[in-house]
């Protein structure tokens, strides 16, 4: 025998009624089967709701007595067409007749006891039992059973406790009769409700349709027990909130009870158990996707590689502590706050108690948060008025539960667990771990519940590096790295790395999608945006988003964007950019953004910010962590420079080169910020500051080949013809260069004695001679690299090799990530 269960969601309609009705007679074709069916979506709510509007004396309980009514008999409509069913719709209207009435008794009474809102609360599944019996009888014989015939419970209304010796008597008589009456038809029987044993209705607790399905399997020695819903299966977490959650093949009974106990809505907390008694396989399936294999929940966890296999989550939970010096070493603390707390029925979710006996934390429902607080106070009066005793209590928390019958002897999940979070700074209030090790429970603010679920997941689940990138400036270093992201796209997913744009920005608009920008029509989308660009509005939309591993981009020369970093770094987020801004900040601000960074455990890189795509940074770290001493850093760093003085041959004068230059775009649009030299200025400082040296940028010694008069004044197209002051002087120092086997370099020198950026005449021996075109290189002379320096060299400007640059680091950030 199987037994088949059908939830309110998959009875939403007459179209899902019609589905229902498939699965049940396909499934009658091969076995013997007994449907267990909740009331029709929202339907139990809408029954409470009337009954409390007619125990205050509002009227509109009728209005929504209507609405239900309304509901049926169009479902009914729906499935019998012209045709109709006159018996059920004469059924159906003396059911509703019966509501009413007693809905109408309420409204009069001004009051209803427990048991009359049990009643009330019955004529749901009442209403679809009748409806699905009859049409499937349709098809396949079928006929109505009324749960109160089989289900025997205690007093306790709208909660009762099943007396399983009488229900499994009652059960298996009623079948036994029911084969020799019914022969090869289909029962369908009301899930939720039951009755006393003197016959009055009760309910064994919300979304108990699941507990009526696997009472009656049990009773039965169903050999399978399924229950359809609106989803495909037990997912790892809730799709709603982790858009990479999937479908277990298969839990373990255990499994499945601790994840429904911490909040998995598929199942029931209570189901199991009967189940596990008779150790009856429950499996779950998708009315919406038959063909979907669903989860399997018996007695092995199955086939799973992984240490985790499912993430839950109880939110609305609030945290008290009790903690003082009167607990420590003291008998009957804890007897005393269970004990008191549970005679005011109370419900304790999470016990969590450090060795040293001075606190006792307990998680427990936002709706009896109140009432426990008060009652403990009352306990504990003396001990709080002497001040020895003390509550503190948390709201808006969330329960997280990560379970797994793998867990039990694996070490190393909690460390990973909470290095994960530690790195994203996610604060755990309260942790709780049974003996068994089958479940790990921290509480966490629910502000960080998203992320928290998000994180654990990705941390145990997932086996690509994700990471989520918000490009500031997609102008031409910008909109290259996306090209080059989206050229790589296929080795990146080879790699085992999700790269998602999850928002992008121009000086006038942003584009925002939390589930990855398409690369291929980003600009199109940006420019229809009407989404306008606020850099701090941006920083917390993207706060909003609770993603995980992400890095701002920034591809500007912005300093109102370095001036968001910080926001960004506290909303946890690393910083990926070829921008200087940062690096050159005056030495006070500078430290505190490297302190924010390492107090957050964020990544900030900057390849970039010298020698554009050339691993200069990279190369001077590793030299530092490998304990060798620089002596020396000099190097040509401003590629409009290098192509300046690499062209500047006394065949034309210099003043035209610089024009030329401008023309093609081998400059700022401002010439007088290259010829300046305060970007190779910038460069020094930055690399400087890598050694640890404390420095300004007004220690760095910098020659402005601009002349005083051109400096300060508005930039025009005469700027040129006022600069030919310049060449003559030039001309001369390019001829007594050459005369001296030399050529004029634009560089930069780091080192103990001297920091400078200034125009010097170099040996044609001497590597920075040998420059062509835009190039930058850079010289290390360092303790092991004393005789010969180490040479980086290669074009040190261009958008492609920036954006090559900045792409390396995004690349870094992955490799360093620990998950």
């Known amino acids: 025998m199987k037994i088949i269960k059908f939830g309110g ?18 499934a009658a074709k091969s076995d013997r089967i007994v449907v267990i069916v909740s009331a029709m979506q929202g ?28 509901r049926h008999f169009k479902a009914l409509r729906e499935l019998y067409g012209e045709k109709g069913n006159t018996l059920l719709h004469q059924q159906l209207s003396d059911l509703f007749s019966e509501l009413y009435d007693l809905l109408h008794g309420i409204y009069l009474l001004r009051d209803y006891p427990a048991s009359a809102l049990d009643t009330v609360a019955s ?5 679809s039992a009748l409806i699905i019996s009859n049409y499937v009888n349709e098809y396949y014989p079928a006929y109505f059973v009324d749960a109160r015939e089989l289900i025997i419970t205690d007093a306790q209304f709208t909660n009762a406790r099943v007396l399983f010796d009488q229900t499994n008597i009652a059960i298996q008589h009623y079948f036994k009769q029911a084969e020799k009456e019914h022969k090869k038809s289909i029962a369908v029987v009301t899930g939720f409700i039951a009755s006393t044993e003197d016959g009055r209705t009760t309910t064994i607790g919300r979304n108990g349709s699941d507990y009526s399905a696997a009472i009656i399997g049990a009773a039965l020695n169903a050999k399978l027990i399924e229950i359809w819903t609106d989803v495909d299966g037990v997912y790892s977490a809730d799709p709603r909130i982790v858009p990479e959650a999937f479908v277990l093949a298969q839990l373990s009974y255990e499994e499945a009870m601790e994840l429904a106990y911490f909040g998995a809505k598929v199942l029931h907390p209570a189901t199991i158990i009967p189940a596990i008694t008779k150790k009856i396989p429950l499996l779950i399936k998708n009315t919406l996707n038959p063909a979907a294999p669903g989860t399997l929940i018996t007695e ?3 086939q799973w590689d992984g240490i985790a296999k499912g993430i839950s989550a109880i939110d609305n939970a609030t945290l008290i502590t009790v903690h003082g010096t009167h607990m420590l070493g003291v008998p009957g603390t804890a007897e005393r706050l269970f004990k008191i707390l549970a005679q005011h029925q109370v419900n304790i979710i999470l016990i969590s108690q450090a060795s040293s006996e001075h606190t006792l934390c307990l998680a427990i429902s936002e709706t009896q948060a109140k009432l426990a607080r008060r009652v403990i106070e009352e306990e504990f009066y003396y001990e709080i008025e002497n001040h020895v005793t003390s509550i503190d209590q948390k709201d808006n928390q969330t329960i997280v539960a990560i379970v797994s019958d793998r867990m039990p002897g694996s070490p190393g999940v909690s460390g990973k667990m909470f290095q994960a979070l530690g790195m994203h700074n996610i604060n755990v209030n309260a942790i709780a771990q049974g003996a068994s090790e089958r479940n790990i429970s921290i509480v966490v603010n629910s502000s960080e519940s998203t992320r928290t679920l998000n994180l654990i997941h990705q ?12 490009v500031i400036g997609v102008g031409n270093i910008g909109s290259a790295l996306l090209q080059q992201l989206q050229q790589q796209r296929a080795y990146l997913i080879n790699q085992g790395y999700d790269i998602r ?9 942003m584009l925002i999608n939390p589930n990855g920008i398409d690369l291929d029509t980003w600009q199109k989308a940006l420019d229809t945006s009407t989404l306008a660009f606020h850099p701090h509005e941006l920083a917390q939309k993207i706060t ?4 995980i591993n992400v890095a701002l981009v920034d591809c500007t020369a912005s300093a109102d964007i370095v001036n968001i970093y910080q926001d960004c770094v506290r909303a946890g987020m690393h910083i990926v950019t070829p921008n200087k801004k940062a690096n050159v900040l005056p030495w006070h601000d500078y430290q505190a953004f490297m302190d924010l960074l390492k107090k957050r455990q964020k990544y900030f890189l900057f390849e970039a910010n010298v020698g554009a795509g050339l691993p200069v940074i990279s190369t001077l ?11 020396k850093i000099e190097g040509i760093l401003s590629g409009t420079l290098s192509y300046l003085f690499n062209n500047f041959d006394g065949s034309q004068p210099f003043s035209k080169l610089v024009h030329e230059a401008h023309n093609h775009g081998y400059t700022e649009p401002d010439p007088r910020e290259d010829l300046s030299g305060m970007d190779v200025g910038r460069k020094l400082l930055i690399l400087a500051r890598q050694l640890g040296w404390q420095m300004e940028l007004s220690d760095i010694k910098v020659e402005n080949l601009v002349p005083k008069a051109l400096q300060d004044q508005p930039y025009t197209e005469t700027f040129y013809s006022q600069l030919t002051q310049v060449d003559k002087k030039l001309h001369q120092r390019a001829e007594d260069a050459r005369k001296r086997n030399m050529v004029l370099r634009y560089a930069g020198v780091l080192s103990k004695e001297s920091t400078r950026a200034s125009l010097q005449e170099v040996p044609l021996s001497n590597p920075l001679a040998a420059t062509r075109s835009s190039d930058n290189i850079i010289a290390f002379t360092t303790q092991r690299y004393c005789q010969t320096p180490l040479i980086i060299q290669g074009p040190g400007a261009g958008a492609a090799v920036t954006a090559m640059g900045v792409f390396s680091d995004i690349l870094k950030l992955l490799h360093y990530l620990p998950y």
């Open 43 to 70: 339907v139990t709510n809408q029954l409470l709701s009337a009954a409390q509007l007619a125990s205050v004396g509002n009227t509109s309980y009728s209005e929504v007595y209507a609405e239900l009514a309304d």
């Open 300 to 302: 092995s966890t199955g």
């Open 544 to 547: 909003q988003l609770a993603l």
């Open 9 to 26: 969601s998959s009875l939403a309609d007459a179209t899902r009624i019609r589905t229902a009705a498939e699965i049940i007679t396909t």
């Open 459 to 470: 941390t145990f689940f997932e086996k690509t590096k994700r990471l989520y990138l918000c």
């Open 501 to 509: 744009i999850c928002a992008v920005a121009n000086s006038k608009k």
């Open 123 to 127: 004529f749901g599944e009442r209403f």
């Open 621 to 631: 770290k590793d030299l530092i962590a490998g304990g060798d001493k620089i002596i």
